[in-house]
């Protein structure tokens, strides 16, 4: 059994061979057309942009330029690759995700949280407000403590 | 409290079935993530899968815009089947394509390995009772090792293909109830599940469609679905060692986090190939890269002639490819729009040139409208859809760990499909290789290919080249289409398919049969089976002095054993009571068995003394009348012997006496030479058990008819030895009997070819069918010429594997094929022709082939592949020269002298069951003369007697009389 596909029949060289009777020595597909003429208004527009005044000389050099550009171009797509796939894959490979080389974050540090031993427990109601008041009292010795974070201190009386 | 728990779950089963429905309903309802929301959450960052898909609900994924219905499709057999049925196959699927119109399908290819280590995990599991290990030779775990290394990173792989049909496309609607599923479940639960309820009976039908012949694809279960993301996600990547646990709920976007997150894709701009790296798992770390290919134009192709299905030929790649084809099967109307602009399209073309500019248009136009035209014709001719149309995009992935292996590989792949096939390397390999994972869009219209569903269905992804299992000895590795070690379980046909445990194995001289077989008996002791081998010429003596095998081995050469040991009433074996204790009636099953058992060696006597007769003699009717009569007389009881049959002979008072003295003349002249089979006075060759894992039997210098010599030209010395060779089979086939009944045995017969010269041959055939299954047995039987196991009537029917080497002869060929059950005379004569031959080139060479023997082997399972023996680890070296039977001049002569020495001379032969009660008087058969008709029916002993009847009348009621 023979299989093929039916590709043949969407490969019909569509071709403007020039104005009829008028045979151009280049043979271009329609869309060869297409794509000169648009390349060719591009040009057009980066030179007004440029600076570049309409005369001759600038419109003969975009001329040879949409050329170039459109043999470059037209090179590219096929049947297989129609234009329209082409520029699609050409955003796809633009929009791609690219390897991170910078990592984000770095080492993690826990410099900065405060560490208690014990967590603060609920005191007796008689000795509450006795708590407090030696609280209160603890409280300079402590910051002394930390002033001098590393250096024995001697025991106290 | 717990007590009443138990006791309510001992309730009936429907009714706790229906109450945990109910509970897990309501479950759901309570529970789900979306339904509830906790304190806090709303600080939760809701989460959006990178991929389209959004859940997955049994084998329906969906995302934003679509619902696929994923299935899995059935392997399908290629090779070694006729091109009808293949192309029968074709235009199953093609049909299954054409009923999709106006579906997008994605089929997807993927593997499941299966590496060796975990092949030698499940050997070992299943190496029960194995060889205990001598010391000094090679143990059971290095010989495990160097197996393993012999096939080093190679992997049984399993090739997968899944099929995403899309059942719908999602509506507004559908998508505004998806986003307001967390607030809908509290205020209409029903309308959440709507969409799907919706689709049901549509699934339904996709279900059938694809589930009929052809495909014969089922709903992806949940494992599948996930194991198909996984490779999907992480494309390239290796498999990941243990997958996380499939739950039993739905997947939710969040869930899919899990497939996600398993690796991530990146490319430089128009690099050639995307970068995988996983990050979690078995996979962490571990970067490859993907080199995404796709189908460019194709040649036509010859499909089951020619050319072998088109996205199979991958397979023979030495790496895993991964598949993923888009398809669109087109409605006719569609088609035949397009075909008119195509067709305008080239009318104008051609007035163009012709009108226009007066110029010849091109060849390829005027071919093209014939095409178009002939495309038509294909759309609407026939009643059959097989014309309809589909647009679809192939495309390929292979991966290595770096760039330049990955582009190694695509190369190889171009090369591959060269000339016909145009394999493309398309850039933007980022978003084709996205294409893989079920849901997402078709990233590039680029490389489309049109064509018809039977172009589509010519592919055949699900063709594969399997033969074997994965828990038996490794054989090789087949060698068509795909690379695969080939493993082989003798027992786990009779142990898991109730089949037969029969294997014939055919080859021509040379081709390897003793080297294969031998290999198997020596895997398959070490891996726990009890052997008995029949080698009348002997090479396969070697075996039992392997090292590790000797302590265990025995080496009897019949010819020199104790007079008796082949008496044909001994070597059928009396069946025990305790062997029928699972039949329904123990007794009764006991009494037909044993009748069966004396009816089958009166058979054997006959058929072994008519054998030995002068065949002018055997021919004549009288001589089968006073012959017959004469066993009738002595009956059969196992302790009789043939002696006793000569004695009844010359008593017999018959009409017949004077035949009767001059057959019993005959044969006592021939008695010398008989004397194996004519035990001596109060000697029992069967009195002393013991108990070996290998017996070899040989009968080295037995005289042996040439092949295709008749029976009419057979001198007496061969006449003997083919009947010895018969009395040696019984003998072995009785061995099976003296084991438990579970236990793994082994019953080689080589040079199996005697089995269709003697009628007892098909009697032993259908013994050996019959008690492989019940018994645990294997029985490997071994020949030259296919035609003498074909000659015995109905043997291709008992037949479970064959192994098929090298034969040289047509008719061989073909009979060979037959014993395959692969169709003849469609070509594939040349494949038994060109097994293991060396090239052209080499035919001169002085050098010995020691290339590989091929074989096809037929599993019995619906496998039937071409193999290459492979036995080449250094490991199994000294196996290697002790089967090494080619003449070597070269060699030292030392090794014959010893073996010969080292033959147990005498060795009685073991095991008796004289202790049987009953067994040893006549008067122990009770007057079932319905068991014994069945039996007399059963060896054909009463053919024996109608014919006989033609020439006498009445001898038949004689018969019995004389018996009584």
């Not at chain 2, 594969?464 to 000895?473: L, Q, Y």
């Not at chain 2, 054909?940 to 001898?955: F, M, Q």
Request: hydrophobic letters at 40%; aromatic letters at 6%; proline letters at 6%.
């Amino acid at each position: 059994m023979r299989v093929r596909t039916d590709d043949e029949v969407y490969r019909v060289d569509a071709v403007w061979l020039g104005p009829p009777k008028a045979t151009f020595p280049w043979r271009a597909r329609y869309v060869a057309w297409g794509v000169g003429i648009a390349v060719f208004l591009l040009i057009m527009t980066v030179e007004r942009q440029v600076g570049v005044g309409f005369g001759f000389f600038s419109t003969a050099w975009a001329f040879v330029g949409t050329i170039i550009l459109t043999r470059f171009i037209t090179s590219r797509i096929s049947h297989e690759r129609p234009l329209s796939a082409v520029l699609t894959m050409w955003v796809r490979e633009l929009t791609a995700p690219r390897e991170r080389t910078s990592g984000a974050g770095g080492a993690a540090s826990a410099a900065r949280i405060r560490v208690n031993q014990q967590r603060p427990r609920k005191r007796p109601r008689g000795v509450q407000r006795a708590a407090a008041s030696a609280r209160s009292q603890r409280r300079q010795p402590d910051r002394r403590k930390k002033e001098v974070r590393g250096v024995r201190t001697p025991a106290r009386p | 409290m717990f007590g009443r728990r138990r006791d309510r779950d001992r309730r009936s089963a429907a009714q706790h079935v229906a109450q945990h429905a109910a509970a897990a309903g309501q479950d759901r309802k309570v529970y789900s993530k979306r339904g509830r929301r906790l304190p806090g959450e709303q600080a939760v960052p809701s989460y959006t899968p990178s991929i389209a898909a959004r859940s997955i609900d049994g084998h329906l994924l969906r995302t934003g815009q679509e619902v696929y219905a994923w299935y899995k499709l059935a392997p399908q057999r290629w090779s070694f089947r006729s091109d009808s049925q293949r192309q029968d196959l074709i235009a199953a699927i093609a049909g299954q394509y054409a009923e999709l119109q106006g579906r997008w399908m994605h089929l997807r290819v993927t593997t499941r390995p299966y590496p060796i280590r975990m092949w030698a995990e499940a050997h070992v599991h299943n190496a029960v009772r194995r060889l205990p290990d001598t010391p000094g030779t090679l143990s059971f775990d290095d010989y495990m090792v160097g197996e393993q290394q012999q096939l080093m990173g190679r992997s049984m792989a399993e090739k997968e293909v899944y099929l995403g049909v899309q059942v719908q496309t999602r509506n507004m609607m559908d998508r505004a109830v998806e986003r307001a599923a967390p607030v809908l479940r509290k205020v209409f639960p029903d309308a959440v599940d709507a969409e799907l309820v919706a689709i049901e009976s549509e699934v339904d039908h996709l279900d059938q469609v694809i589930g009929s012949a052809g495909l014969e694809g089922r709903p992806a279960t949940a494992e599948e679905m996930s194991w198909l993301m996984h490779r999907s996600c992480s494309l390239g990547l290796p498999a990941p060692r243990n997958l996380p646990a499939v739950p039993g709920a739905p997947w939710e976007p969040e869930d899919l986090a899990s497939f996600t997150d398993a690796a991530d894709f990146h490319q430089e701009p128009y690099s050639p190939t995307v970068t995988v790296r996983g990050r979690t798992g078995s996979n962490a770390g571990m970067k490859r890269h993907v080199a995404v290919l796709t189908v460019g134009l194709m040649h036509g192709l010859q499909i089951p002639e020619v050319d072998d299905p088109w996205v199979q030929r991958s397979d023979r790649l030495p790496a895993a490819v991964e598949w993923s084809a888009r398809i669109y099967v087109r409605r006719p109307e569609e088609v035949a729009g397009e075909l008119q602009r195509q067709m305008n399209k080239v009318r104008s073309q051609v007035r163009h040139y012709t009108d226009e500019h007066e110029l010849e248009p091109p060849q390829s136009l005027a071919r093209q409208a014939s095409r178009v035209l002939e495309i038509d014709d294909e759309m609407t001719s026939g009643f059959t859809s097989l014309g309809t149309r589909v647009r679809s995009w192939w495309r390929l992935a292979v991966s290595g760990p770096t760039e330049r292996e990955a582009l190694r590989l695509a190369q190889a792949l171009l090369d591959l499909y060269k000339p016909k096939v145009a394999i493309e390397h398309p850039e933007a390999q980022y978003a084709l290789a996205r294409e893989f994972i079920p849901g997402e869009p078709l990233s590039s219209s680029a490389y489309l290919r049109r064509g018809s569903v039977l172009w589509a269905a010519s592919a055949v992804p699900t063709a594969t080249a399997e033969v074997g299992d994965r828990r038996g000895i490794l054989l090789g590795e087949t060698c068509t289409a795909t690379r695969r070690p080939v493993a082989w379980d003798p027992w786990m046909a009779q142990e898991l398919r109730d089949a037969s445990g029969l294997t014939a194995m055919v080859a021509g001289l040379g081709a390897g049969k003793s080297f294969l077989g031998g290999g198997i008996v020596y895997k398959t002791l070490r891996a726990g089976a009890h052997w008995t081998l029949l080698d009348p010429s002997g090479p396969l003596a070697a075996l039992c002095e392997l090292p590790e095998l000797r302590p265990h081995a025995r080496l009897i050469n019949l010819l020199n054993a104790q007079p008796g040991i082949l008496n044909p009433y001994r070597v059928v074996a009396e069946p025990l009571l305790e062997h029928f204790l699972d039949e329904d009636d123990p007794e009764r099953a006991w009494r037909r068995e044993r009748a069966l058992a004396a009816a089958t060696r009166r058979r054997l006597v006959l058929d072994a003394l008519t054998g030995l007769l002068p065949y002018e003699v055997a021919r004549l009717p009288q001589t089968r009348i006073v012959l017959l009569r004469a066993v009738r007389t002595v009956g059969g009881r196992p302790d009789a012997h043939p002696g006793q049959v000569f004695e009844a002979l010359r008593r017999d008072a018959s009409e017949h006496h004077e035949h009767a003295v001059v057959v019993a003349d005959f044969l006592d002249e021939m008695r010398e030479r008989m004397s194996l089979l004519i035990p001596e006075q109060d000697a029992d060759p069967y009195r002393e058990q013991r108990d070996d894992r290998l017996t070899v039997l040989t009968m080295a210098g037995l005289n042996l008819p040439k092949d295709g010599v008749g029976r009419e030209h057979w001198t007496d010395a061969e006449a003997l030895g083919v009947e010895m060779l018969n009395l040696a089979a019984w003998l072995t086939q009785r061995s099976i009997y003296e084991r438990p009944k579970d236990l793994r045995k082994g019953v080689w017969i080589d040079e199996a070819f005697f089995l269709s010269e003697v009628p007892t041959g098909r009697v032993l055939m259908n013994r050996f069918a019959r008690d492989s299954r019940k018994w645990n047995v294997r029985v490997l039987l071994s020949s030259q010429i296919p035609a003498d196991f074909l000659k015995i009537q109905g043997f291709v029917a008992l037949l479970d594997s064959v192994f098929v080497g090298r034969l040289d002869d047509d008719q061989a060929q073909a009979d060979a094929l037959r014993l395959l059950k692969v169709p003849v005379g469609a070509g594939y004569e040349q494949v038994v022709a060109s097994l293991g031959r060396r090239p052209g080139g080499a035919r001169n060479a002085t050098e010995r082939d020691r290339a590989p023997r091929q074989f096809i082997f037929a599993d019995g399972a619906g496998g039937v592949e071409r193999i290459r023996i492979d036995f080449s680890g250094p490991h199994l070296e000294h196996l290697r020269n002790a089967l090494d039977t080619t003449p070597d001049a070269l060699r030292d002569t030392r090794l014959p002298a010893e073996v010969e020495v080292s033959a147990p001379r005498q060795d009685p032969f073991a095991r008796t069951e004289d202790s049987s009660p009953a067994a040893a008087s006549s008067d122990g058969y009770p007057d079932d003369y319905d068991d014994e008709l069945a039996a007399d029916l059963e060896v054909g002993l009463v053919d024996e007697l109608v014919d006989s009847a033609h020439g006498e009348g009445g001898n038949r009621r004689t018969g019995r009389e004389g018996r009584a």
